[in-house]
C-alpha cells in the first residue's frame, strides 16, 4: 500500500518491507484460524442485519397498511363454521387479528415512516463520526448494534402505541446505525494489513447486499404466513446475536484481543508500523476543506451515491412497469440483481488485493482504475437501457452488467478516504455520509418528477442525468485524487481546529 509516511521512510527500511511481505504471505496460509477473518465474518453479518431492519419497514408495510388481518365485520363472509367450532373460529380469527394488525396510515404518514431513519443518520453522521475516531468502536458500535436490533423488535408494539412513537424509535435507529457504518471502516486501520485492506472491506461490506437479497425474498413470505410483525421479530433477533458476537470477539487494536496468536498480532504490527493511525480530539477542519484529493473523494461519493440510489429505488419500478413484468418476478429480478452486486463485490476486493501485492498495480492506479469500470460501464449500460426494452433479456443483461460493475467503486474512489487520512477515518466516513444522503434525498426526488411528466422520456431522463453526473465526479476525481497520507493527516503537521 502506499502511503505518504512509507514514501518518506528511508532506505534502509527496504528490509522491513521484505519482512512485512514475507509475515502477510505466511499468515495468509493461517486462514480462518486468523482472528481479523473472524472479524469480518462478524462485520459481515452484522452489516447484513442492519440492511434487513434498513427495508424491513419497506417490505412489511403494504401489508401493515392493507386487509391482511381478518375482517372485523360478523358479515364479512357468508359462510360460518358449525356451532360446535364457533369457540375455536374466533379464537383463530383474534390470534390473526393479534398477528397482523392493519393501521390507517395515509401515503404522507407512510412516507414519513420510511424517511424517519435518514433523520437520524443525517443528525449524528459527523458527531459519530467524530465519536467513534475518538473513544474507539468496540464499546460505542457494539452497543448501537444491540439498540438497533432491540428497537427493531419494539417496533410492531411501538406501531400499536402510535405514528409519533414509531417515528422516534425509527430516528434512534438510524442514530445507531450510522455508528455502525461509521465503525465498520475505522476498524480496518488498525486491523486489516495494507495487502489484505481491500479483500475484508469488500467482504464486510458485502454483507450489506446479501441482507437485501434475504429480506427481498423471505420478507413477503413472512408477511403472508406468520404476519409481518414476525420480519421485525426474527431480523431483530438476528441483530441481538450479532451484538453478541461483537462485544465477544471485537476489539479495538490487535494488542488487546485475548484470542489473537502472537505471530498474527506481530504481523498486523509489522504492516502498520511506518503508519501512525492514533486518533486524535483536534481536527484539521481548515486544511481538510483546502484539501482537493479529499474532495474529489467527497464529489466522487456525491455522484457515485446519485446513482446508487436510483438504482436501489427504481429497480424494481422499471422492471415491473416498463417491461410489464408481475411484481412477484419483479421483486425475483430485483434480488438477483443483488445477489450478484454481492458476489462481484467480494471478487473485486480479492482482485484488488491480489493486483497490489504481485506489484501489478500501484494503489492510485488501481484506486482509479477500480472507480473509473465502476462508473463509466454502468452509463454505458444504463443509459442504452432505453432501446432496448422490448427485449427482456437484453434488457436484464444490462441491468447485471450495471450492478456487476458499480460494485468495483466499493474498492475505488469509496474506500480512498482510508488512504490519505487513516487517522480520521471515523470523521471523515460521518462526513462523506453526510453528501451521500444529501445526495441520496435529491435523486429519487428528481428521477420522480421526470417520470412522473413522462414515462417513457423520464426513464431516459433519468439515466441520462444519472450517467452526466456519474461521468463529471469521476472526471473530478481522476484528475485530484491521490493515495498517500496528507500533511494535515500527519501527526507532526495537523493544525488544531
Not at 420510511?114 to 468502536?137: K, M, R, T
Not at 427493531?152 to 445507531?176: E, H, K, N, S, Y
Not at 436510483?310 to 422492471?319: D, E, L, R
Amino acid at each position: 500500500m502506499s502511503t505518504g509516511a512509507e514514501a518518506k521512510a528511508p532506505e534502509g527500511d527496504a528490509s522491513n518491507d521484505g519482512d512485512l511481505n514475507t509475515a502477510q504471505t505466511q499468515s495468509s496460509r493461517k486462514g480462518l484460524c486468523l482472528v481479523r477473518n473472524w472479524i469480518a465474518l462478524i462485520l459481515h453479518l452484522c452489516n447484513f442485519s442492519i440492511c434487513t431492519q434498513q427495508m424491513n419497514l419497506s417490505i412489511a408495510i403494504p401489508a401493515m397498511v392493507n386487509n391482511t388481518a381478518l375482517p372485523n365485520l360478523p358479515n364479512a363472509s357468508t359462510e360460518r363454521p358449525p356451532t360446535g367450532s364457533l369457540n375455536s373460529w374466533n379464537e383463530t380469527r383474534q390470534a390473526s387479528e393479534v398477528v397482523a394488525p392493519v393501521y390507517a396510515w395515509s401515503p404522507d404518514i407512510q412516507g414519513v415512516l420510511l424517511s424517519s431513519l435518514s433523520y437520524g443518520s443525517l443528525l449524528a453522521s459527523v458527531p459519530g463520526g467524530y465519536a467513534v475516531g475518538v473513544f474507539g468502536i468496540r464499546y460505542l458500535v457494539g452497543a448501537a448494534m444491540f439498540i438497533s436490533s432491540a428497537l427493531t423488535l419494539f417496533i410492531p408494539l411501538a406501531a400499536d402505541t402510535g405514528v409519533a412513537l414509531l417515528i422516534v424509535l425509527r430516528t434512534v435507529q438510524g442514530i445507531a446505525q450510522v455508528m455502525i457504518s461509521i465503525g465498520q471502516y475505522s476498524i480496518w486501520v488498525k486491523w486489516a494489513p495494507p495487502l489484505e485492506r481491500n479483500k475484508l472491506i469488500s467482504f464486510t461490506v458485502s454483507g450489506s447486499y446479501l441482507g437485501a437479497v434475504i429480506v427481498l425474498l423471505a420478507g413477503g413470505i413472512l408477511c403472508q404466513t406468520l404476519g409481518w410483525p414476525y420480519v421485525f421479530y426474527i431480523f431483530g433477533g438476528v441483530g441481538c446475536t450479532c451484538s453478541c458476537l461483537w462485544f465477544l470477539l471485537i476489539y479495538d487494536d490487535p494488542v488487546d484481543h485475548p484470542f489473537i496468536s502472537a505471530h498474527e498480532r506481530d504481523s498486523i504490527m509489522l504492516s502498520r508500523a511506518q503508519q501512525d493511525m492514533e486518533p486524535d480530539w483536534s481536527v484539521p477542519i481548515k486544511a481538510m476543506m483546502k484539501s482537493l484529493p479529499l474532495w474529489g473523494i467527497i464529489v466522487s461519493y456525491f455522484s457515485e451515491y446519485w446513482y446508487f440510489n436510483i438504482k436501489m429505488a427504481y429497480t424494481p419500478t422499471y422492471i415491473s412497469s416498463v417491461l410489464q413484468v408481475s411484481l412477484i418476478y419483479s421483486g425475483f429480478l430485483s434480488a438477483l440483481l443483488l445477489g450478484i452486486t454481492f458476489l462481484c463485490t467480494f471478487l473485486g476486493g480479492l482482485l484488488a488485493d491480489f493486483l497490489l501485492s504481485r506489484k501489478i498495480l500501484r494503489l492510485i492506479v488501481m484506486r482509479k482504475l477500480f472507480t473509473a469500470i465502476g462508473v463509466l460501464l454502468p452509463a454505458v449500460f444504463s443509459v442504452s437501457l432505453s432501446w432496448v426494452t422490448s427485449s427482456l433479456s437484453i434488457t436484464m443483461v444490462f441491468l447485471v452488467l450495471c450492478f456487476a460493475a458499480s460494485s468495483f467503486c466499493q474498492i475505488g474512489a469509496l474506500l480512498n478516504f482510508l488512504d490519505i487520512a487513516p487517522r480520521y477515518s471515523g470523521f471523515l466516513k460521518g462526513l462523506l455520509l453526510v453528501f451521500s444522503q444529501i445526495s441520496g434525498a435529491l435523486s429519487p426526488t428528481v428521477a420522480g418528477f421526470f417520470i412522473f411528466q413522462d414515462s417513457e422520456l423520464g426513464w431516459r431522463s433519468t439515466f441520462l442525468l444519472s450517467a452526466a453526473i456519474n461521468v463529471s465526479g469521476l472526471v473530478f476525481y481522476l484528475i485530484f485524487a491521490k493515495a498517500e497520507v496528507q500533511d494535515w493527516a500527519a501527526p507532526q503537521t495537523a493544525p488544531p481546529l
